[in-house]
């Protein structure tokens, strides 16, 4: 089989977003000259593919691509992206969905520290220019969960004897005893895992809440882990690793395929933990749920699936934008069903309350 | 030492000669990872046979089978090597009785040397003595040398793996250990080669076949899946699942094997919190044969249901659908 053909193959892999990069394509081409070219499929996807996720997309683009059926047109590619966000002052694009843009200078220009006020506005009542500096301030926090005892020993002035060390020293002089050595547990992150619902009932909080998410995974990529419930479960993770943020936000944004849908809460956390949770990433992490608890299905179901949470996570926080407004109390079925199995019940509805849950992660 | 498989389909027949029957995907899997020197990145549910398949593989190749278990906090010492510190503590001291031992003539003629230089005069046994403290120190020299031989050396899994030729690798669980030790596995992998400061390189002869596992609890680094190939181990069909029952369990009939497997599957289309395994059906069909059941029905189903579902919610969800309904033929 000509060695284009593959090529190609993989260039639309690529283009589905499967990550099969240059050094994945030579091994197929290893793998197809090893097996022969009636064995494409296996040399493929033993080679191309790295994660479960990768195996459906791999399936349907295979036959779509050697089944002779072609796409209708050529592979889209992605528009490319500015690598940095403009700065506000340049004067951003007004927001399509916002308030008229006329508006917006003479807000900003006539509140002597427009900072201070933001931070109480809530989210969702903002008009486009103030959206744009919150948007701005969002990325500036620092989510990040407190340190745990890790596993992982190190030498230090204190802790318990260590054995190795102290054996190595009286080694160094001909067996006599000396010193003890000690050695302590490291300190680690402990893990973050941000649960965002993105359903039509949060729509107005979704841009502040993926922004958060960024900042989290900016922090520490490699100990957060993010996704979006709403009719079903969407891990962002991947997506929001970008530097940028607005770039991680498209890039986030279209692997979310139920944006402002309904709120199947309780499926979606079923499934968070049947694939995730339970193998080990809510395991001893910090969770952080944010949703207004707006369930149709039967709270019951939900209150299940937070027990499952609770008896896996080191702390469950409940982040719910309509616990900042005055005379809220947690009364719809889902959220009263959810209650009791969380740790922390917080607002998240405007850019101060969402450092105050900063802190409450912090100290989770 | 065994032929290498030459195609797929004998390295399929070869892993049923040892009793592990893998599908079409798997065995593609290990012949490619046979033919390119690939390391094999396994997926999938627990108890699908991840890690049996990496055993299954040693045999029918004929290699040894080194497994390294993962855990949070592994580290160099106890994946690599280790140098046996009790040890070379107890052959300094050994060294020392026996100098001890045989100088006590010139020991003696050195004491004296030295009472006699501390005191009048006495010049030639002064000059034994400094003689004796020169081959002292020679001995020393050895002495230090013999401390960091190669059988003060633990050889921990991924040492013996390169000492030994040809080798299966399993390393298990591989997202349990930290970041740290997959950055250090990935050289250890690409160099197939490891270098002890106080001994020099030590390289394999020819490169382990490494089975890597992952139950997916943190994402593992791309740069170590890169040099991967990758399968996802699916649950097999009700006939493979029969035919791993009683190849497995030679005691088991064939209705029994039949019963077991179309509950295990029904069992899995249940929407379970854990979804039983081959390793449940194995055991389950196995505690069927201690008690004697010869059949799987509605009583002994419930009374073994243990064996294979290990959540109380699960167990709740089977008998709420119905313990008959997994039995239907």
Known sequence: ?364 | MHEQPTSPEDLAALLASTGYLADDGLATAGYLALRLGRPLFLEGDAGVGKTAFASALAQATGAHFVRLQCYEGLDATQALYDWDFPRQILHLRAAEAAARAAGSAAGTAGAAGAAGAAGTAGTAAGAAGTDGAAGARIDADTLEAGLYDRRFLIARPLLRALERSPTVLLVDEVDRADDEFEAFLLEVLADAAVTIPELGRIAAETPPLTVLTSNRTREVHDALKRRCLYHWVEHPDVDREVAILRSRLPEVTDRLATQVATAAKRMRELDLIKPPGVAESLDWAGALITLGSPDLTAGTAAATLGAVLKYREDTDRVRAAGLATLLEP
């Not at chain 1, 001909?174 to 490291?186: I, K, N, W, Y």
């Open chain 1, 1 to 364: 089989m000509a060695t284009a053909a593959l090529i190609g193959f993989a260039r639309r892999l690529r283009a589905d977003g499967v990550n099969a990069d240059a050094h994945r394509v030579q091994a197929m081409l290893a793998a197809v000259d090893a097996l022969g070219v009636d064995q494409v499929y296996w040399a493929g996807r033993l080679t191309l593919c790295a994660e479960p996720d990768d195996l459906p997309i791999y399936d349907a683009a295979f036959a779509e691509y050697f089944g002779g059926k072609r796409r209708p047109k050529n592979l889209p590619l992605a528009p490319a992206l500015p690598r940095v966000s403009a700065p506000f002052l340049a004067g951003p694009p007004p927001e399509p969905g916002g308030t008229g843009p006329d508006e917006e200078p003479s807000v900003l220009g006539l509140s002597a520290s427009p900072d201070e006020v933001l931070r109480q506005r809530d989210v969702a009542a903002l008009t486009a220019g103030e959206r744009d500096e919150v948007r701005r301030l969002v990325t500036m926090l620092a989510p990040a969960a407190a340190l745990r005892r890790s596993r992982r020993r190190r030498p230090g002035p204190r802790g318990e004897i260590d054995p190795r060390g102290t054996v190595r020293l009286m080694l160094r002089h001909g067996g006599e005893p000396t010193a003890l050595r000690r050695r302590d547990r490291l300190r680690r992150p402990r893990r973050l895992v941000l649960l965002l619902d993105v359903s039509g009932s949060m729509t107005a909080y979704a841009d502040a809440l993926l922004r958060f998410g960024h900042a989290a995974v900016r922090q520490r990529p490699a100990q957060t882990e993010v996704f979006t419930l709403g009719t079903r479960l969407t891990r962002i993770t991947r997506g929001l690793r970008h530097r940028d943020p607005d770039a991680a936000l498209r890039a986030a944004s279209d692997t979310i395929p139920d944006w402002h849908g309904g709120t199947r809460l309780a499926d979606s956390l079923r499934a968070f933990l049947d694939r995730w949770g339970q193998r080990g990433t809510a395991r001893g992490a910090v969770v952080v749920i944010f949703s207004d608890g707006w369930e149709r299905g039967d709270p019951a179901l939900l209150a299940a699936q937070l027990d499952r949470l609770r008896r896996l996570a080191h702390r469950v926080v409940w982040v719910n934008p309509h616990r900042g407004k005055a005379g809220y109390a947690p009364l719809a079925g889902g959220m009263a069903a959810a209650l009791p199995y969380c740790d922390e019940f917080v607002a998240g509805h405007s850019l101060d309350a969402l450092e105050r849950l900063v802190e409450v992660i912090a100290r989770a």
